[in-house]
């Protein structure tokens, strides 16, 4: 008898023990999820022009500055900074504004090593609109400003990228949809002049049109893209990869070889074949590893239902990681900025951990982050936001993410009606979500849905 409740107290002992141990990772696992938000202002939120994910960027850090840039609800360009580690926003309501009833004509902000604040707004097939601080850390632009004055008369999706060496990439589309060409230039701080590097890098041939995503690692320049026939996103298909060690000037395949430039279809490499009709969305992200390997984040269907996935670069070959993280099948087709259940994704690396941030219906729009340990490959979710932020597309400071591993989330409730629709609801604030800590795996706490 004695034995027998000995037994019993034993195994009772470790099921309270198992319990607290159980208890004590995912107290630990939720722990790790520090976060804060700083309200920035009222923003436009008739439509995602505030948040859409190819802005690139809409938040930037530079020395004890962060610096954010919108349309507030009357389509006035708005520039804002901050201290780091304080919640209180210096704004200033410049002259300038957009067409903001056309999602396409984001915002995108860089700060260049001088400290002087670079902006360029208001693009769909329209001239280059482009000016800068009057000083180093002001807020205050200057008169609009030329590049170079070439192939800047149809200008769309222009981007900022801060090199290593100190120099700012300026990158577009010049042309339509379908028959554009990717334009290239570089701004020497020395000189404060823009120079051309490429005037037609990719070349669709006056037939397509490449939707590319860039990112800047310490090797170099890593170009991603799609290939899309027309108009109509349906046509998406083929995501491409290049890279250039020497601040965009040549550039080369993954495995070293020379490409003739400008790149066109029949010489691009492949990194994985996605034909036509497969739902494959255009400009969503890129990251790179500490030891230089690229990694794509996009989604297109999978026995009809749209799934993140990751191309990456590993062990001289492409690869690729699938998740399951939706449901319900969607089509995506036609023209113009789409109503989609799931945004594009943001990829982020940090070692072994892949994260990718992103939002879903049915996650109710709360914004997310998944992360994964990238031996494992097992997903965890996590909602960051309690609350929904409608056709928010992710934006982070990718300065801050790379000196210190810091995640902030620019971050706005907005809606959009399919094809330049407006929809009518109140302005929005516009906020920035701080990580304290990023997640890391934990198979005891593991949740995928």
Known sequence: ????????????????????????????????????????????????????????????????????????????????????????WEKVITPYSGNVKDAHNDISIAVDAKGYLHVSWDH???????????????????????????????????????????????????????????????YDVKTEKWTSLQNNLIDGEN???????????????????????????????????????????????????????PITKATAETAWNVPQNSSLINQTSMTVDEAGNPYIATYWATNGVPQYKVVYWSNKKWNLIDTNFHSNPFTLGGGGTKRIPISRPKILVDKSMLYLLFRDEERDNKITLAYANLDKKQWELKDVTSYSVGQWEPNFDVSLWKRKKQLHIFSQNVSQADGEGLAKVDPQPVRVVEFKKCLKYNSLNRKTH
């Open 124 to 186: 769909h097939d329209t001239r280059l609109r482009y000016a800068k601080s009057k000083a180093p850390f002001s807020l205050e632009l200057g008169e609009e400003l030329p590049m170079t004055g070439q192939d800047e008369i149809k200008v769309t999706y222009p981007e900022f990228h801060n090199l290593p060496d100190g120099k700012l990439l300026f990158c577009y589309r010049s042309g339509a949809s379908g028959r554009g060409n990717m334009i290239m230039k570089s």
């Open 1 to 88: 008898m004695n034995t027998i409740l000995n037994g019993q107290l034993n195994i009772n002992s470790f099921l309270v023990r198992a319990c607290l141990l159980m208890m004590l990772f995912s107290g630990l696992a939720n722990a790790q999820l520090k976060i804060n938000e700083s309200e920035v202002g009222l923003g436009w939120s008739n439509n995602s022009v505030n948040t859409v994910v190819f802005r690139n960027s809409a938040l930037t850090t530079f020395k004890k500055f962060q610096y954010t840039a919108y349309y507030n609800p009357d389509g006035k360009m708005v520039l804002a900074r901050r201290k780091l580690k304080t919640n209180k």
């Open 207 to 261: 037939q397509r049109s490449a939707y590319w995503q860039i990112c800047v690692g310490k090797k170099g320049i890593y170009l991603s893209w799609v290939w899309r026939e027309s108009w109509d996103v349906s046509t998406n298909n083929t995501i491409c990869y290049a890279f250039s060690a020497d601040g965009g000037q040549s550039w080369q395949k993954s495995a070293g070889e020379k490409y003739s430039l």
